[in-house]
């Protein structure tokens, strides 16, 4: 075993920790639990911080326990949330706890044979059979309502940071939460839960719930919520989330993501988002520092990130999608990218549609650059840029004989035009 606590702490991640947790886990093979909220059927990296802490706490020689609410996740955390969410149906939630689950096991390693395995728990198995008279005369009684009111998360809501104040049901949720941590506790000799920082009143409340049912010690301990340098929020980019899930996020744009980090965040992110050692880690912030245009940090985190969460082999899709745009590429290497990634590569490039028909047949250039797609904005113009060689098709120089024909297409449907560098244009076949 290893000494987690420590690492946690030279690569900024931790917030808060109880009393005497560090040495309860230099001491004891621990098994310790971080939930996670089934609110849609994939998590964004908003969520990687937690599941990366499970895989240090694994690789520190304890056991990892991923809790997915599937009943929490129908009552609602109130937590950093100025606004009651919309609650969902069973079935909806029980395919994002599929989702979720699936993608947990891409970080932590669920192999029985192993020493310290990771365990996937659905909160809904035990709480599903609980009456409401059970769960008020046996687990409310515990804690006073002048505890729950004193947590950040019910205070926020309370005051005049909302209008909207706060639900019976919100409310009960830290009592839910507590619950899990007990039955944990007491089932599967759980004695430590983990989480983001505006988690600590909730976990507490676990702690505080173990204590008085059970005179029992339990530990707590949390991480600093992810920030920006510039004050716009993780995880996000104009386009939404930034899922875990490659059919919401493709790999390319994930790793695009991570490339166009701030060299200041970069320093944060290599620690908090890889494994590399800390000797690793000095020397990249030493020598990116000597070179920022190069980018190291950013690519060596893209890369940890990218292969950690899509695999290799979409790591070097991106790299190869990413060259397209920025460095010498080829139509084979076009031709090789699926059309989601070729979308996102062109992503807001102009396009115009041309006919099946006019393919078979073979379009001329000038019909392409003008005729039939106002690309140029005449068939002068098109000459003209054909004879001075600045016209591509597919990435390759192509003169006014040139004829475009279905070889060309790229996932079926597509012929990227160029003139120059950088202006491009996607003739969509249809």
Avoid at 140 to 159: C, E, F, P, Q, W
Avoid at 183 to 203: F, R
Avoid at 207 to 231: F, W
Avoid at 326 to 344: H, I, N, P, Y
């Amino acid at each position: 075993m290893t000494n987690f606590v420590e690492e946690l702490k030279w690569r900024g991640l931790l917030h808060q920790i109880m009393p005497e947790t560090e040495e309860y886990l230099l001491e004891n093979k621990a098994a310790g639990y971080i939930g996670f909220d089934p609110t849609a059927d994939s998590l964004h990296i908003g969520s990687l911080v937690q599941i990366l802490i499970l895989k240090h706490f694994q690789r520190a020689g304890h056991k990892p326990i991923a809790l997915v609410g599937g009943a929490t996740g129908m009552v609602g955390d109130p937590s950093g949330k100025s606004k009651e969410r919309n609650l969902l149906d069973e079935t909806t939630l029980q395919k994002n706890v599929d989702g979720v689950k699936s993608q947990l096991a891409r970080f932590l390693d669920f192999d029985p044979s192993s020493d310290n395995p990771a365990v996937l728990v659905n909160n809904f198995d035990w709480m599903k059979d609980i009456s409401l008279i059970e769960f008020v005369r046996d687990t409310g009684k515990h804690i006073t309502v002048n505890y729950m009111m004193a947590k950040d998360s019910v205070k926020k809501r309370l005051g005049s940071e909302s209008k909207e104040g706060m639900s019976f049901t919100e409310f009960t949720y830290q009592l839910f939460q507590g619950y899990d941590f007990y039955h944990l506790y007491k089932e599967m000799d759980c004695k430590v839960q983990m989480g983001g920082s505006d988690q600590w009143g909730n976990i507490t409340t676990g702690t505080e719930l173990i204590r008085r049912k059970l005179q029992g010690k339990a530990y707590a301990i949390t991480v600093p919520l992810v920030t920006k340098a510039d004050g716009t929020k993780f995880g996000k980019t104009e386009g939404g989330n930034v899922w875990l899930d490659a059919n919401r996020t493709s790999p390319y744009k994930f790793y695009q993501y991570w490339l166009n980090s701030s060299d200041e965040d970069s320093e944060k992110y290599i620690k908090i988002f890889t494994f590399l050692d800390k000797e690793t880690i000095d020397n990249l912030i030493a020598e990116h520092k000597e070179a920022p245009h190069m980018r190291l940090l950013q690519k060596k985190i893209g890369e940890e990130v990218t292969v950690m969460t899509h695999g290799q082999e979409a790591y070097e899709n991106a790299i190869k999608a990413s060259n397209i745009l920025f460095g010498r590429s080829t139509a084979d290497d076009l031709k090789s990218l699926d059309e989601q990634t070729f979308l996102d590569v062109f992503d807001g490039v102009p396009q115009a549609s041309v006919s099946k028909e006019d393919i078979e047949n073979g379009l001329d250039m000038i019909g392409a650059l003008s005729a039939k797609t106002n690309f140029l904005k005449s068939n002068g113009d098109a000459r003209r840029a054909l004879k001075e060689n600045s016209i591509s098709v597919n990435k390759e120089k192509v003169k006014e004989d040139y004829l475009i024909t279905s070889d060309h297409l790229i996932a079926g449907k597509y012929v990227l035009l160029q003139r120059g560098k950088k202006n491009y244009f996607l003739l969509k076949v249809e």
